[in-house]
């Protein structure tokens, strides 16, 4: 590396998040399929707006942000997994925009229980060096600050919610 070039190694993003590096790929297998209906069966209800997989993080955060009370294992499940969705689409995975979030995560968190077993460190360096690759636009770097500022989010299956 010549002087005055920097990089962001693997090192790095587990100093910043805190989260796993070592663990099941992150790799999701996202058939075509009707997103509407997968997202009914996960959360209970999904938008009306809901199109390629892909839900407004606004939508998540007005139907999931307050927890009912005495609410069953299974709505707090659900609750769980929307906040940790739109923590990806918000900070670890973001779109131009940071206001949409894809459902393909969704999918790695059906098994709560198995989510802490990824390597989610390593998913967000590769997104982050895939996404370098745009980065003659000119929102590249305001897109990436939050990657970078994750922080620790714990997702251990040892601590996670328990789906009973």
């Known amino acids: 590396m ?5 990089t962001i190694t693997l090192e790095d993003v587990v100093t910043l998040s805190g989260l796993p590096i070592d663990g099941e790929a992150v790799i999701v297998d996202v058939p075509d399929q009707e997103w509407s ?15 390629s997989g892909v839900v407004r993080i606004s939508w998540l955060r007005e139907h999931f942000s307050n927890l009912p009370p005495n609410a069953s294992s299974e709505i707090t499940g ?14 670890m995975f973001p779109d131009r925009t940071r206001s949409t ?9 059906e098994n709560w229980r198995s989510a802490g077993g990824y390597a989610w460190g390593e998913a967000i360096l590769a997104y982050l060096y895939r996404e370098t690759g745009r980065s003659a636009e000119p929102w590249w770097l305001d897109r990436f600050t939050p990657t970078l500022g994750v ?10 919610y328990s789906d009973g």
């Open 37 to 51: 209906a997968t997202y009914t069966k996960l959360l209970g209800h999904a938008p009306t707006d809901l199109s």
């Open 78 to 91: 659900q609750f769980a997994q929307t906040y940790a969705l739109s923590l990806m689409g918000c900070m």
């Open 2 to 6: 010549l002087l005055g070039e920097v």
């Open 101 to 109: 979030v894809h459902l393909q995560y969704l999918l790695l968190l």
């Open 151 to 160: 922080g620790a989010i714990p997702i251990d299956s040892t601590t996670a």
